[in-house]
């Protein structure tokens, strides 16, 4: 359990961005800008943006 306050409901949301659940405004504007940048206008499709993001998670033996 984090120190910072959430919301009772787990949102499912990476932990980063679920401290935030008291605030479903700003959690969502993070969000939003997340998939803006993330997602953006590319030559890529989104399963291809998808398996590179994967891809770099696992040799950064990151779990998001």
Known sequence: MPWIREA???LHW???INIMSIN???MQAVSDLN???TFGSSALTRT???AI???VSVQ???RF
């Open 48 to 50: 291809q943006e998808e």
């Open 35 to 37: 998939n803006a940048i």
């Open 14 to 16: 990476a932990n980063v």
């Open 53 to 55: 993001a994967t891809a």
């Open 60 to 62: 950064n033996e990151c």
């Open 24 to 26: 479903p405004k700003a």
């Open 8 to 10: 009772e409901e787990r």
